[in-house]
């Protein structure tokens, strides 16, 4: 059987048997309903439903619930992939920038402990990006629900001393957004999945900070009607989303927008590196779809201080337009096709003979 390839994050789990040109078959919610034990407190989730809480597996692209994991991982290698136990396959898992060694280390036991895997492998997000569009050096910016990752790959490597993370993500966005929309809608009382779809349907992102001021002052609204019947007005709300990346001081913090940090990551990278890191720089994660954001990301490169303009990848033709959705996946999904048949994995009599920590030694 070929090897498995999983790209877990704070809002999606995506996996399926490595096919590099394609999207992952399975794309499932990381948050689940977990039934409450007989006498265990719910913590008052407001729900109304003492039975069942809802439970997020991955918070800020981390594993925060290991047990939810497992049920989840076992349902989609055994009910989803068609495992059969005892007769476990090859995984191999993406992971996040600045992933914690004892993360690594709680994963690789749980895939050969209680899922028996015959070899694991697990690689970074932003090299198996870079995979996805044929480049082995470059940087990624991967604006995820729960962070965003600033990233230079140098030689298939992460630069981890020049890469940056940030505790905010397409979550705090969409709540960005329900703030808005409240204070123009003030009588209509919009649940937080509605907000989610209206930031995929409605949200844009202005050419340049001009246009944003302008379209604070002159944006056309839009009626939009709710799953309720409830019809909300949208206006320059839609504007507000994107331009929180380039103005972070729009969701609070006293940060520089993400061309601005990418540049300043690069310059802690050795100067004969700058142009080849700089000039491949990849938008990865759903936001990085939304309309007019790979326009302004340019834009704003191209009025960088920087010597060197950053500039974006063209995905190979022949990927899938979700590409910069699922890179991480694909990227994945093409190491798995070279570190499994060379054997470069860990194999399950290594996992006996040195334990967890042989993850750092196989998978660096």
């Known amino acids: 059987m070929e090897a498995v390839v999983v790209d877990y994050g704070?809002?999606?789990?995506?996996?399926?048997?490595?096919?590099?040109?394609?999207d992952p078959p399975y794309i499932i919610p990381t948050k689940m309903k977990r039934v409450l034990e007989e006498g265990e407190e719910t913590g008052g989730d407001?729900?109304?439903n003492d039975e069942e809480v809802m439970v997020d597996t991955v918070v800020r692209g981390f594993v925060s619930d290991w047990d939810a994991m497992e049920d989840l991982l076992?349902?989609?290698?055994?009910?989803n992939i068609g495992w059969e136990i005892g007769d476990e396959g090859q995984i191999l898992f993406t992971e996040p920038l600045f992933t914690p060694k004892y993360l690594r280390e709680q994963l690789v036991q749980l895939m050969f402990e209680t899922f028996n895997v015959s070899g694991f492998y697990a690689s970074e997000q932003a090299v198996l990006s870079l995979y996805a569009v044929g480049r082995i050096s470059g940087c990624t910016i991967?604006?995820?629900?729960?962070?965003?990752?600033?990233?230079?790959?140098?030689?298939?490597?992460?630069?981890?001393?020049?890469?940056k993370r940030f505790e905010i993500g397409g979550v705090d966005l969409t709540n960005l957004l329900a703030q808005e929309l409240q204070k123009s809608n003030p009588l209509v009382n919009i649940d937080i999945s509605d907000v989610e779809k209206i930031k995929e349907l409605y949200a844009k992102c202005a050419s340049d900070q001009i246009e944003f001021e302008k379209m604070q002052n002159s944006c056309p609204p839009e009626q939009h009607t709710l799953p309720d019947g409830q019809v909300i007005t949208i206006g320059k709300e839609r504007y507000?989303?994107?331009e929180a990346l380039f103005q972070p001081q729009i969701l609070g913090l006293e940060e520089y927008g993400i061309v601005e940090q990418l540049v300043s990551g690069v310059s802690n990278v050795a100067s004969e590196y700058h142009r080849q890191l700089?000039?491949?720089t990849m938008l990865c994660g759903g936001t990085a779809a939304m309309t007019?954001?790979?326009?302004?990301f340019q834009s704003e490169a191209n009025v960088s201080a920087s010597a060197i303009r950053p500039a974006l990848v063209k995905p190979p033709e022949y990927m899938p337009e979700n590409l910069a959705r699922n890179s991480a996946w694909m990227g994945g999904a093409i190491l798995a096709k070279v570190v499994f048949p060379q054997n470069q994995h860990v194999t399950k009599g290594e996992?006996?003979?040195?334990?967890p920590a042989i993850v750092h030694k196989k998978c660096f």
């Open 46 to 48: 407001g729900t109304g």
């Open 278 to 280: 700089l000039e491949n």
């Open 74 to 79: 076992h349902h989609v290698l055994y009910t």
């Open 142 to 163: 991967d604006i995820g629900h729960g962070k965003i990752d600033v990233a230079p790959v140098c030689e298939g490597a992460v630069h981890h001393i020049a890469s």
């Open 240 to 242: 507000i989303v994107g």
């Open 292 to 296: 007019g954001f790979e326009k302004r």
């Open 10 to 22: 704070s809002k999606l789990l995506k996996a399926g048997i490595a096919s590099p040109d394609q």
């Open 351 to 355: 996992y006996d003979e040195t334990g």
